[in-house]
């Protein structure tokens, strides 16, 4: 019974040797897993972290643009009201946001026609919009880049197994198979890098899509306060 016990926990102390290793060796097995896909894997590692950057970028640039003060109008009519242009001007230029710069543009024109103001505000809008696309242009050529570049490594790896084989005359399905999936894993990545991509330009064209919506909105509530009798 006693050396049953000690057998237990000679077996236990092994195992959880074992585990605690294979723990820390984990991220190690895991980079040189992706390593085996060839050449290739190396460019699509950096398209995977400028996709990264570009979208962290992307993300707080738009947000902090696309912020939305729907008091913002109010406030600038009551000072226009009271014949106060310039402190309606340093309303709007309170908050560094799309929706105040387009505003701004505006006010600093109020007293022209209407069509003026109207045109004015447009082209404001445009360059705000212009502002948040900015950098989109990039993740749709990565999407478009990536897989090619995963297909192509997994085409070299392939050319490599045939070669291998027309030299060695060595035709074991071991051989074949055992370097093919490692080729594989640089098209599995591009694939991956080209979905994150894909993803996050069409996710950032939605939410600027919907800033777009708004703003339009907005401008045409402003000339429509400003067209009001007594205003």
Do not use: W
């Not at 729907?70 to 309303?91: F, H, N, Q, S, T």
């Amino acid at each position: 019974m006693g050396l049953t016990t000690l057998l237990l926990q000679v077996d236990s102390t092994a195992g959880s040797a074992i585990i605690q290793s294979t723990g820390g060796d984990s991220f190690v097995s895991y980079l040189e897993f992706m390593m085996k896909g060839g050449v290739m894997i190396i460019p699509i590692f950096i398209l995977l972290f400028l996709c990264f950057y570009i979208i962290i970028e992307r993300l707080l640039t738009i947000t902090k643009m696309a912020k939305h003060d729907p008091k913002l109008i109010d406030e600038l009519v009551r000072e226009l009201k009271a014949g106060k242009l310039e402190e309606a001007i340093r309303i709007c230029e309170r908050s560094p946001n799309s929706q105040s710069n387009i505003l701004k543009s505006a006010v600093s024109v109020i007293g022209a026609p209407i069509h003026e103001i109207e045109l004015v505000m447009e082209r404001a809008m445009n360059i705000e919009i212009a502002r948040m696309e900015k950098g989109l242009g990039y993740l749709g050529l990565i999407a478009s880049i990536a897989p090619i570049l995963g297909f192509i490594g997994t085409i070299l790896g392939v050319i490599n197994i045939f070669y291998s084989i027309s030299i060695t005359e060595d035709i074991s399905i071991g051989s074949i198979s055992g370097g093919l999936y490692e080729k594989m894993i640089s098209s599995g990545a591009g694939l991956v890098v080209a979905v994150v991509a894909y993803s996050g330009y069409h996710l950032f064209n939605i939410k600027i899509d919907n800033f777009s919506l708004k703003a339009q909105q907005q401008a045409l509530s402003f000339i429509h306060t400003i067209l009001k009798p007594g205003q």
